[in-house]
């Protein structure tokens, strides 16, 4: 079926509408299907050919909770060839635990790798993560996911639809898993996308799974 670039940019935002229209209204209602509600945007800007600089900004809204958590995060991505890149990051975030706020501070290094195969984009990624808590032990954590995404480019919004998988290890264990069904696309320096996400938290033998909409706007700056 072909999708027209007016239609599909139309299809989109009402995609982007139906679950952001009212995500932390009914904060007393448990029965609400979507549990968190993710926003981010990405700002960057390329230094070389093979160096750019990059900010994410990132709030997180729970049903219950409200607005719990938020994060700044800037880095370096250093490109070594053409399937295999670098990054040296930082981020500084902010979370509510009961009605506290702290704060953690966590550099990173995130090494990823991506190939084509046919109409198929496989990316994967190895993030490293020293956690500095305010009034909490260091933590470390390693992070590795798979993104799996045909090349359909629908519209002149280049819209492809996504599948990724990430596994969390902490403290020599499995501590959580998110299972990611998105869509994104591209126009000119502007770059939207929007996903359902399953985040199942591990705690021994109890699993815990949240639905979590999220929306993220990158812009490329020169």
Known sequence: MMINNKGGMILFLLILFMFSVNPIEANNDANDLIDEFWQELYVYSPLTKKLTFGLLFNDLYGV????YDWFIEGGLKYKINKWLTTEVLYRQEYFKTGTVWTYENRPML??????TFGIWKVRNRQRFEMRFFKNDPFRFRYRTDVKVSPQWNFTSWNLNPYVQEELFMSEGRMSRIRSYLGIQGKEGRVEPSAYLLIQTKLNGRIARNNLIFGICFGIELN
Do not use: P
């Open 64 to 67: 219950q909770a409200g607005n």
């Open 110 to 115: 995130r090494i990823s790798g991506s190939k």
